[in-house]
T-cell receptor, first 114, second 113 residues
Framework: AQSVTQLDSQVPVFEEAPVELRCNYS??????LFWYVQYPNQGLQLLLK??????LVKGINGFEAEFNKSQTSFHLRKPSVHISDTAEYFC????????????FGTGTSLTVIP | DTAVSQTPKYLVTQMGNDKSIKCEQNLGHDTMYWYKQDSKKFLKIMFSYNNKELIINETVPNRFSPKSPDKAHLNLHINSLELGDSAVYFC????????????FGPGTRLTVT
């Protein structure tokens, strides 16, 4: 069975501090990995993706994530957060060539404190 | 230009009514989806269509019926609305069925009273 676990449901962090949002997945086959951001009352926007190649992936708004196959993780990081980063963040996994279903984590609510 | 659009953005209706939500994408994608996001922000896929053909049909009451007139449109019709149908419904699209990224619409907040 495939699943995605976001270990923290809420993460408060002070402005300009670094942040890491954790994501682990379970799968016995190759995966594609994604991070999406959802601002209040908006749809989901793709932050970054890992399909293959370099395990360090850079995305929009200064975010990056590292794919760690041995630990089955894809943690999202930003060295210095802004108030505007306050949002819900979703990790998702899909499977190359195995159909088009995404499996989403339960989300992490990031609150940046002034 | 909006890549994935949905109408309406808000929908308030009474129990027992029938309503539709429309979705259009101008990305030239082959695959479209409907998701339901509950009050705890949990995202659940409902349906997936590839080039007008139903691919994924998760455990969803048969009161929900998707319709795809062409590959750029995927509408969601809901019969006999219930209180538990209140949620935000998202349409999404992707280039094909190989698991690549999905692009989401702005969502439709459905409130059933």
């Amino acid at each position: 069975a495939q699943s995605v676990t976001q270990l923290d449901s809420q993460v408060p962090v002070f402005e300009e501090a670094p942040v890491e949002l954790r994501c682990n997945y379970s799968s016995s086959v190759s995966v594609y990995l994604f991070w999406y951001v959802q601002y209040p009352n908006q749809g989901l926007q793709l932050l970054l993706k890992y399909l293959s190649g370099s395990t360090l992936v850079k995305g929009i708004n200064g975010f990056e994530a590292e794919f760690n196959k041995s630990q089955t993780s894809f943690h999202l990081r930003k060295p210095s957060v802004h108030i505007s980063d306050t949002a819900e963040y979703f990790c998702a996994v899909s499977f190359p060539g195995a159909g088009n279903q995404f499996y989403f984590g339960t989300g992490t609510s990031l609150t940046v404190i002034p | 230009d909006t890549a994935v659009s949905q109408t309406p953005k808000y929908l308030v209706t009474q129990m027992g009514n029938d309503k539709s939500i429309k979705c259009e994408q101008n990305l030239g994608h082959d695959t479209m989806y409907w998701y339901k996001q509950d009050s705890k922000k949990f995202l659940k896929i409902m349906f997936s269509y590839n080039n007008k053909e139903l691919i994924i049909n998760e455990t969803v009451p048969n009161r929900f019926s998707p319709k795809s007139p062409d590959k750029a449109h995927l509408n969601l019709h809901i019969n006999s609305l219930e209180l538990g149908d209140s949620a935000v419904y998202f349409c999404a699209s992707s280039q094909d069925g190989r698991g690549y990224e999905q692009y989401f619409g702005p969502g439709t907040r459905l409130t059933v009273t």
